[in-house]
């Protein structure tokens, strides 16, 4: 049995907010069990009026849609894509029989972090990739435990696989930004999942919620080209057709596979080069360097192709995932404890450490890295 295409508000149970957003509120359901999906756990993603006015008419077919997609997979295939990507598995009608939300899986515990707050306290939500973008210091004192080198390309290696996954099942990814990734870095085996997956597509249909521009700082060349050309024409005199500036405008927001490689390539950019301004950063120098020592010539060069103005000249995700798949004969993979080519502040971070220091969830062990607490110890 699999779980349903469509369900009742009333066939919920009980709802618990557990976060509200721009969009949507989403809500834990915790009596709610689907067939086929074991004893997984559900939330309720309820589209607030606007979002749902934004799609339109269509929003119920377009998120049906999605909920079949994943059904007609294999079940090898499938269990494959639960494992990485946070995917609708069932639509919620309102009482007037229209598409209110969907029911997504929830996040994995171990996908959770106690964030250390300014003023005190903590705050627990999900560990998105951005929190790799910035700097040591600043990411210790949120209570998140350091990442060495070893573990972001692992990170990377793992997202070019999701990525990868996706584009073979003609999806495009769509909005891709350091929000939509999430992560566990245990030491032992760092993995990621895909969230937010709203603004995918599969090809041959529209976008659920339509035209959707592209996160800021995370646009790749085509789209500020169009964005360039868009706000010259809007200061022209006299004013340009509409048909010209909606064309533009379709130019400014179009989501490919070749725009997902840019952004992947930006993403791979700001794990591997992070520090202060290493969240909007766009240089690949440092990425570049990191890549050719770690994995070869090949995957460096497919990070300045992945940059190219010229959308058909990019890679693919496939070639991304074969070349990150190998590791530069005689290069030698860093204990936890401290990489001879990190970062000075890595290098102090990590030195300084006590066996026995704790952060958040996580502790150091001499001679392993960061181990989470209450896992048994490696010999």
Do not use: C
Request: no cysteine; hydrophobic share 40%; net charge positive.
């Amino acid at each position: 049995m699999t779980a349903p295409l469509e369900l009742t508000l009333g066939q919920l149970g009980r709802l618990d907010e557990l976060a509200r957003g721009g969009t949507a509120t989403v809500y834990l359901a915790p009596e709610l069990r689907l067939p086929g999906l074991g004893d997984e756990r559900f939330v309720y993603k309820k589209y607030n009026e606007a979002t749902k006015q934004s799609a339109g008419p269509s929003l119920g077919t377009g998120l049906s849609n999605f909920v079949r997609f994943r059904e007609r997979l294999p079940e090898e295939q499938r269990e494959a894509w639960d494992a990485r990507i946070i995917w609708p598995v069932s639509v919620v009608l309102d009482d007037s029989g229209a598409a209110d939300g969907v029911i997504m899986r929830l996040i994995p515990e171990r996908y959770f972090q106690e964030f250390t707050k300014r003023a005190g306290g903590v705050n627990r939500k999900p560990r998105e990739v951005e929190t790799l973008f910035g700097d040591d210091v600043t990411s210790a004192r949120k209570g998140l435990a350091w990442v060495d080198l070893p573990a972001r390309i692992r990170l990377i290696r793992a997202i070019a696989a999701a990525y990868g996954m996706m584009h073979k099942q003609n999806v495009v990814v769509g909005d891709i930004s350091g929000r939509n990734i999430i992560y566990d870095p245990d030491p032992a085996r760092p993995s990621i999942m895909v969230v937010d997956v709203d603004s995918a597509r599969i090809k041959g249909n529209r976008a659920v919620f339509g035209m959707q521009p592209h996160t800021p700082n995370w646009q790749p060349p085509e789209a500020l080209l169009a964005s360039a050309a868009l706000q010259r024409a809007s200061r022209s005199s006299p004013s340009p057709p509409v048909e010209m500036l909606d064309r533009l405008r379709s130019r400014w927001a179009i989501q490919t596979t070749a725009t997902d490689v840019y952004k992947f390539a930006l993403m791979t950019v700001r794990i591997l080069s992070n520090g202060r301004g290493g969240a909007v950063s766009r240089d690949p120098a440092r990425a570049r360097g990191v890549l050719k020592a770690r994995i070869g010539d090949t995957a460096a060069d497919l990070l300045d192709a992945s940059f190219s103005d010229d959308a058909k000249q990019r890679p693919t995700m496939r070639d991304w995932y074969d070349a990150l798949q190998h590791r530069k004969p005689g290069s030698r993979t860093p204990s936890p404890r401290v990489a001879a080519d990190e970062t000075p502040a890595a290098q102090k971070t990590s030195t300084l450490l006590a066996n026995g220091h704790q952060v958040g969830q996580w502790v150091w062990v001499e001679g392993q890295g960061w181990v989470r607490r209450g896992s048994r110890p490696r010999p």
